[in-house]
């Protein structure tokens, strides 16, 4: 139902914008948010926004990262600017619902020279 895009390789400084679109209507959205995984570390909360519009960052992407959404609750979106090497992982999207939640599939964000 959540299909992510937008992911791909970036210099180190440089801007990604991720999308996570909804396939059909989803009810009762408590919490929209990103998470990310590298390679041998475990999933985290990068940023997330609640249906009353607070937002939620980790430390380390805090300034650099935008999380927002259409008024549709249709798409999401992640502002990714001075991206790190740090920063690079599986990006997965995911939506909390009254009962339950909805997971994207990933894209993969990879900053390297």
């Known amino acids: 139902q959540l299909q992510a895009s937008g992911g791909g390789l970036v210099q180190p400084g440089g801007s990604l914008r991720l999308s996570c679109a909804a396939s059909g209507r989803i009810f009762s959205i408590n919490t929209m948010g990103w998470y990310r995984q590298a390679p041998g570390k475990q999933r985290e909360l990068v940023a997330a926004?609640?249906?009353?519009?607070?937002?939620n960052y980790a430390d380390s992407v805090k300034g650099r990262f935008t999380i927002s959404r259409d008024n549709a609750f249709k798409t999401m979106y992640l502002q990714m600017n001075s991206l790190k090497p740090e920063d690079t992982a599986v990006y997965y999207c995911?939506?909390?619902?009254?009962?339950?939640?909805?997971w994207g599939q990933g894209t993969l964000v990879t900053v390297s020279s």
């Open positions: 926004l609640t249906r009353g519009g607070s937002t």
């Open positions: 995911n939506y909390v619902v009254l009962g339950g939640a909805y």
